[in-house]
């Protein structure tokens, strides 16, 4: 069987959540299937080394406009020029007119959802309102086009099963993200300095992940950090990652204390490498999202250790598994008494380390593989009947 698989953006330096799933899926493939070809299919961009061909993987680099160009022309052309049988697209969007069975990995209907268009508009880039509009022209079409859609949650899952009326018998899967073995406690202390020195990280913090991306709840999150200092008078700073200054600066002008500017540490982006570091010495991880499909950072956090701070809402309690302290994300407040209780109550803030812990093993890349590679598999014997 030859397999095709999308993963346009893979050799980009910035890559993100999905673009890191769809390279976890590859690599994982690339140890457990040594008898199907495959052809992944990428843009070229300056990060070319994240991902190298083995015997039966090789890659193919295509030129070729704008994200839609090169997804809607550019993509099934090359498909079908290297005799795909199958063509996974794994990003939420895929070609609609190509030859062979599509499968194709649906993060996340958020998008389409009218209870969330108003907080996705309200502070969303250019870029991600673009991106939103193509997203809801292109999904329903591809949603009927596809042979498997994947998503990584059952409550994602049922989302797009009512919002899309599937009926199809299992059309459409569950398939959980991992978490990549590198994130575990680091005790290294060379390791720990570099890292420390690296992104200029102060002695005590707390890591947030927030972004431009509305739902992630970044003015809720700094509502409820500078309560906490308000409150507690503790020294305490947030770490942030990849965030512009000037954005922070209006969100601080919204919630009325732009002095708190002096209490955010912004590192710039991140390798993924040195994420376990800056999680092992954060005393609180904060993942206060109002929506996600699944929420690997959640477990990524729990793998090094730290106690996690989640939303009662969507996929987080499902993919926490009661290892996390959960919160309503539309009440800064309650952002607040978690991150106050558990640094007062020490034999809480262990529980929630050691259940972290726990939880985050039952989560890895490879058994994401192996369940997608049944898929493929499934797919070649129905349409060998």
Avoid at 97 to 111: A, F, K, R
Avoid at 273 to 300: A, H, K
Wanted: charged fraction near 25%; include cysteine.
């Amino acid at each position: 069987m030859i397999i095709g698989i999308e993963g346009q953006r893979l050799f980009r330096r910035k890559k993100h959540g999905m673009d890191m799933v769809a390279l976890e899926l590859i690599k994982n493939l690339q140890t457990i299937d040594k008898e199907n070809e495959y052809y992944i299919f990428i843009k070229p961009d300056e990060d070319s080394s994240v991902l190298k061909e083995t015997s039966n993987f090789k890659i193919i680099e295509l030129e070729g406009g704008s994200y839609p160009t090169w997804e809607q022309f550019v993509l099934p052309r090359a498909a079908k020029e290297y005799g795909c049988d199958i063509l996974h697209c794994t990003s939420n969007t895929a070609p609609f007119n190509c030859d062979m069975p599509l499968v194709t990995t649906l993060h996340d209907i958020i998008y389409m959802e009218s209870n969330y268009a108003k907080i996705l508009s309200g502070s969303a880039t250019p870029y991600q309102k673009f991106g939103n509009i193509y997203r809801k022209l292109i999904v329903p079409r591809v949603m009927k086009k596809s042979k498997k859609v994947i998503t990584v949650s059952h409550f994602e899952k049922n989302r797009i099963a009512d919002f899309f009326e599937v009926n199809e018998k299992n059309k459409l899967e569950a398939i959980y993200n991992g978490v990549s073995e590198h994130f575990q406690p680091i005790a290294d202390v060379e390791e720990l300095k570099r890292v420390k020195e690296l992104y200029n990280l102060p002695e005590k913090y707390f890591f947030f992940l927030g972004n431009t991306d509305p739902k992630k709840n970044t003015k809720g999150t700094l509502e409820a950090f500078s309560s906490f200092l308000t409150e507690t008078n503790l020294d305490y700073k947030l770490v942030m990652l990849d965030y512009d200054r000037n954005e922070l600066e209006k969100i601080l002008n919204e919630i009325g204390d732009k002095g708190l500017i002096d209490k955010i540490v912004l590192t710039g982006y991140v390798v993924n490498t040195d994420l376990p570091v800056i999680y092992s010495l954060s005393s609180i991880f904060l993942y206060p999202s109002l929506r996600e499909s699944f929420g690997i950072p959640m477990l990524e956090a729990m793998a090094c250790g730290v106690p996690v701070i989640t939303s009662n809402t969507s996929s987080m309690p499902e993919v926490s598994g009661g290892a996390a302290h959960i919160i309503d994300p539309f009440k800064p407040e309650e952002i607040t008494e978690g991150i106050i209780k558990i640094l007062n109550d020490e034999s809480y803030c262990e529980e929630l380390k050691k259940k972290g812990l726990s939880r985050s093993k039952m989560f890895s890349w490879k058994n994401m593989a192996k369940e997608v590679l049944g898929l493929y598999n499934e797919i070649k014997i129905e349409s060998h009947d």
